[in-house]
């Protein structure tokens, strides 16, 4: 990371740059090299609570408002997207025209564990997209392969046959449609794109592994 910013500065040089390092939500998955930024200048960690990220990103009543980061004149939009997480949000870069969905939307297991909040984030998000385009929808992890259905065992790590990372807004609109379609039936669901486990389902993870 500071070769990355020592390079950009570089050629974009600044009296003072900081650096912010925020989370898609808390999992340990995210926020496991939290520690390696604590003592580092001019860095900001945003906590892991939602007061936290309220407070980050101004958004001003969790979850419905859209919240902001300001980078220095580039502007992100914060969705608040609780479901897989009780903190999770979601990251809209106008300029790239990127939605990075965290662990929300991503081709493989979308576990869910509020269900009316995940249904909830997952039509805030399809709003949002009505109003600004979004034509890279970009998750966390890739866990399907390319035959329609099928994923990968958890733990994997070589996976030669994957998706590419990015998702259409169609598929973000499926995704939101398969979770209306299987928000009362507990169990894992299977899609062309993704999965979707509705509560624990300890038999299915069981097998992934």
């Given at each position: 990371m500071d070769n990355l910013i020592e390079d950009?500065?570089?050629?974009?040089?600044?009296?003072?740059?900081?650096?912010?390092?925020?989370?898609t939500h808390a999992h340990s998955d995210h926020v496991a090299g939290d520690g390696q930024f604590s003592d580092r200048p001019?860095?900001?960690?945003?906590g892991k609570d939602v007061d936290s990220?309220?407070?980050?990103?101004?958004?001003?009543?969790?979850?419905?408002?859209?919240?902001?980061c300001d980078?220095?004149?580039?502007?992100?939009?914060?969705?608040?997207?609780p479901g897989h997480h009780p903190t999770a949000i979601s990251v809209y870069d106008a300029w790239t025209r990127f939605l990075l969905t965290g662990d929300t939307v991503y081709p493989g297991r979308l576990y869910v564990f509020d269900f009316p909040a995940f249904v909830d984030s997952l039509n805030r998000l399809v709003s949002f997209?009505?109003?600004?385009p979004a034509p890279h929808v970009m998750g966390s992890h890739i866990e399907m392969t390319m035959t329609p259905k099928k994923d990968y065992p958890a733990g994997?790590?070589?996976?030669?046959?994957?998706?590419?990372?990015?998702?259409?807004?169609?598929?973000?609109l499926a995704v939101r449609d398969a979770a209306t379609s299987v928000q009362s039936k507990p169990g894992a669901h299977v899609f062309d794109d993704f999965w979707i486990f509705?509560?624990?389902?300890y038999?299915?993870?069981a097998k992934q592994l």
């Open positions: 950009w500065l570089s050629k974009h040089p600044r009296s003072d740059y900081q650096l912010i390092v925020a989370h001019r860095t900001s960690i945003v990220v309220c407070s980050a990103f101004q958004i001003t009543r969790w979850p419905n408002t859209v919240g902001y980078l220095g004149g580039r502007f992100l939009n914060v969705l608040a997207t997209v009505k109003e600004k994997t790590r070589y996976q030669p046959c994957e998706p590419r990372l990015q998702m259409s807004t169609k598929q973000l509705n509560g624990p389902c038999g299915a993870m």
